[in-house]
């Protein structure tokens, strides 16, 4: 072998391995996949959430990163200057504030030899005082990974390279001011504008795996910089280095500016279908198979296994009949996440105790009384597959899932009373981001939830809630308002009582067919509003759309949340399309929901929503809502906007459940664009029709 041979050989294993040894993608300063000051081309795998602050004087930053696909990374962050005042603090106590949005998509992945690219905007949507535009390239090689990029606006002040675009049309050499007091506008005409500047890095995993060293030399010259004349920048270089605890817990600190140290912490953690579950080792044991693999002659103990349904498969029973050769059993899920994991469990019941001529075993769904699927499965081919004598496809073959439509019954072997009581305490969190009293305004609760049903379509729910702990006492400013103030008064309804009734209210639900659902409601619908309304919705069985209409008369409910009502009503209502995955191939799990109608405030709009839902249940989103009220109208924000994580506690906890943990993050709370928080909606209570959740998590029916 020749020596360029040889070369070549080396050269080439250890390329081929440089793709393997993969340098962990960590985050940057503003939040978000970079090193430090800059961003890089990486992802973080779909379905993370990162929660990270970092600390770089006089700037500190509080950023929560989104990964709804591996392609798309979101970013929502808080950014406090400590040397400019908060300009709507009476008390000139408290920094600026500054609340931004990022967005970052990937191009192309990294191949053999060509890099991975991404282009990004930075603080969409703000004051822009951050705002800056990208396109970066990274490539690894061995335990190195390399970035290039090239930077507008904030990350390109340094502007040493004429904008390559102004080539092609000639506006794009300047750049307009995008800087807007009020935030909240879109500057579309600033994008990839005025001078631009390369920023580049380098990320070495070292030999000792938990920590990785950063360099990175960056665009921005901190000329005419937010922080004011006292933030300077002796060089262009920053270094520092990630400490990565765990796959949850890293630590970064730095050397920036060549004058400033950098110190920061993030939280990272992966609600994809990928990240296991904790064994549900609270749960009760399924039922075992019978061991003879017969059938017994006849069932004897009705009422026992109501009983054993409803400890063992989570299923609130309200009857169960025969139909031939079927045996259906009607109730409501109280217990497991997934539909298939209570049908399974139903199943093995059944299949131990029913008559020998029972062939099919059917779940007929219903949710606060409303009919909503009948799942059956064959009851031999269901014993087979636990006993690994037939294939989980086989079994899925055999799945048969219908409208639950009224049907002869030949027996009615279990009935249950309509009028029932349940109750129960949880623990509540409240609180309140970015005011002009203190950064972080919150509450810890107990709750005290109830409900009473008087019929089967017909119940009363109810909500108290006791303060535990809080520091409201710093919450002294109530925010101006140029509209009807239907949501600005949330300092008075937050600390004028220490137990207050968020919700009481009378519910009646109606099946009107197979696929037209209808509601009506009244009382205390939510902690700000009382009054009575209706809802219709027409959401067919496997279909991916959804319509709906709801009317309300309300008014306003006085601070305390007792029985006490102020002068101000208004009579609100939105039509609303629930489109579910409209673009599976590029973007699987991608749900759009359209609402146009009048809002709390007398104002005539649109909501926009926009959620990626996992397999597994979890689902990332945001909304915004443009209404005939003008930008100066509405006030700091323009426009009502926000976003939500909901996860399963199924996912965190050791025992089934189908409790969720809701995180909204809306940057202001303003009168434009309110809508009425009451629930359960018919779009909720009809989700057990969404069948592809039922079919992504079959595989838990053998649980």
Known sequence: ?????????????????????????????????????????????????????????????????????????????????????????????????????????????????????????RDIGGTGLFSGEYIVANKRWNDLDFSLGLGWGYMGKRGDIENPLGWIYSGFRDRPSSFDSQGGKVALTSFFRGPAALFAGVQWQTPWKPLILKLEYEGNNYKNETGGPTVKQDRPFNIGLTY????????????????????????????????????????????????????????????????????????????????????????????????????????????AQAAADIDWITLSETHSGVPVLETSIKRDTFRKTLQQDASLGDLRRTVEQVNALPRREEEVFAKKDEVEFDWGFAPGYNQNLGGPDAFVLYQLTANLDAQLRLSENTWIDGLMSFNLYNNFDKFTYTAPSNLPRVRTYLREYMISSDVIMPRLQLNHVKRMNSDWYAMAYGGFLESMYAGVGGEILYRPLNSNLALGFNLNWVKQRGF???????????????????????????????????SAGRYLAKDLGVTFDVSKEFDNGVRMGAWATFTNVSAEQFGEGSFDKGFYISLPFDLMTTASTRRWANIVLQPLTRDGGARLNRGPTLYEITEGRNVDFFHKNFSSILQ
Not at 44 to 67: C, F
Not at 256 to 272: A, C, K, P, Q, V
Request: zero cysteines; charged letters at 20%; hydrophobic letters at 40%.
């Open 244 to 351: 990565r605890h765990s796959d949850y817990l890293a630590f970064n600190i730095g050397w920036e500016r060549g004058n400033t140290l950098l110190f920061g912490i993030n939280f990272t953690g992966d609600f994809s279908p990928r990240r296991g579950v904790p064994r549900k080792v609270s749960d009760p044991a399924p039922v075992p198979v019978r061991p003879d693999n017969s059938r017994p002659a006849i069932a004897n103990d009705w009422p026992e296994i109501v009983r054993q349904i409803e400890d063992n498969a989570g299923i609130k029973v309200q009857k169960i009949t025969r139909r031939n050769r079927e045996l259906v059993v009607k109730g409501e899920h109280k217990r497991y996440l997934y539909t298939a994991a209570a049908l399974g469990r139903t199943a093995r019941i059944i299949d």
């Open 560 to 594: 305390k949340q007792d029985f006490a009502l102020r002068d101000y009503s208004v009579v609100t209502g939105h039509a609303s399309a629930y489109f579910r995955n409209i673009v599976p191939t590029l973007a699987p799990g991608l749900n759009l929901t359209l």
């Open 1 to 121: 072998m020749t020596l360029r041979a040889l070369f070549l050989a080396v050269l080439a294993a250890y390329s081929a391995n440089s793709l393997a040894n993969v340098v962990p993608p960590t985050l940057g300063d503003f939040g978000g996949v970079g090193l430090m000051q800059t961003p890089s081309a990486r992802m973080l795998p779909a379905g993370s959430v990162a929660i990270g602050t970092s600390k770089v004087e006089p700037y500190g930053r509080l950023a929560m990163t989104l990964q709804p696909f591996d392609w798309l990374e979101a970013v929502y962050r808080y950014t406090s200057v400590s040397t400019v005042k908060y300009a709507a603090d009476p008390t000139g106590k408290q920094s600026n504030k500054d609340k931004s949005f990022d967005l970052k998509v990937r191009l192309t992945q990294e191949t053999r030899r060509l890099p991975e690219i991404s282009v990004g905007l």
